[in-house]
């Protein structure tokens, strides 16, 4: 009973290529979350969605393009990849409730050659 | 000032210690907080909430200081399956935003 699951788990491509990571929850929450981790291991969030509306934008670059076909899936759309974009990306979930915590997928291993 | 400060560490411990990490915040408004745990090359995972009045779960003990803006995590007698890094996190504003800390890193040593 997989409560936070993307897809790949590991994704090797080379420069310039355009790539998508998907993400799905079956635990009922309205909100739903991108976050990168680096080589540096610092976990920063990129985008949220809170049934289907996007609401946390940081700085991100115009290449990384999130959508949200419905509150339980969450997508990530890359183009041109480039080296610095070799990372792990985690998706998660919530609800807005105070106290509520963040659940994880297991993450997707993206590698730039 | 970062939105959320940890020492990065590495603590290395020997088993059965007892071993304490802090965490301070900026953002007088932050509501929620708590204390994930990340295993190498793993995905981050709930270790456990912070309440207003400092709760306790078996070894694990956090507490949370409002006025000082910081929260801590207490792990008495170590296992060596307490090796990985503890992150502190934050959640705040309306939308709820949720900001991590850098975490920090735990090795517990035979």
């Known amino acids: 009973d997989t409560a936070v699951s993307q897809t790949p788990k590991y994704l090797v491509t080379q420069m310039g290529n355009d790539k998508s990571i998907k993400c799905e929850q079956n635990?009922?929450?309205?909100?739903m979350y991108w976050y990168k981790q680096d080589s540096k291991k610092f976990l920063k969030i990129m985008f949220s969605?809170?049934?289907?509306?996007?609401?946390i934008n940081e700085t991100v670059p115009n290449r990384f393009s999130p959508k949200s076909p419905d509150k339980a899936h969450l997508n990530l759309h890359i183009n041109s990849l480039e080296l610095g974009d070799s990372a792990v990306y985690f998706c998660?979930?919530?609800?807005?409730?105070?106290?509520?915590?963040?659940?994880f997928g297991d993450g997707t291993r993206l590698s730039i050659l | 000032r970062k939105e959320v400060e940890q020492d990065p560490g590495p603590f290395n411990v020997p088993e059965g210690a007892t071993v304490a990490f802090n965490c301070t915040y900026s953002n007088s408004a932050s509501q929620s907080f708590f204390w994930y745990r990340q295993d190498c090359r793993k995905e981050p995972k709930l270790l456990m909430s912070?309440?207003?009045s400092g709760n306790e779960d078996g070894r694990f003990t956090a507490q949370l200081n409002r006025a000082s803006q910081y929260i801590s995590l207490l792990i008495r007698d170590s296992k060596l399956s307490d090796s990985a890094t503890y992150l502190c996190?934050?959640?705040?504003?309306?939308?709820?935003?949720?900001?991590f800390g850098i975490g920090t890193k735990l090795q517990v040593i035979p």
């Open positions: 912070v309440y207003s």
């Open positions: 998660a979930s919530s609800t807005e409730q105070e106290l509520q915590p963040q659940h």
């Open positions: 996190v934050v959640k705040a504003g309306g939308y709820q935003k949720v900001t």
């Open positions: 635990l009922g929450h309205d909100t």
């Open positions: 969605y809170n049934n289907k509306e996007l609401i």
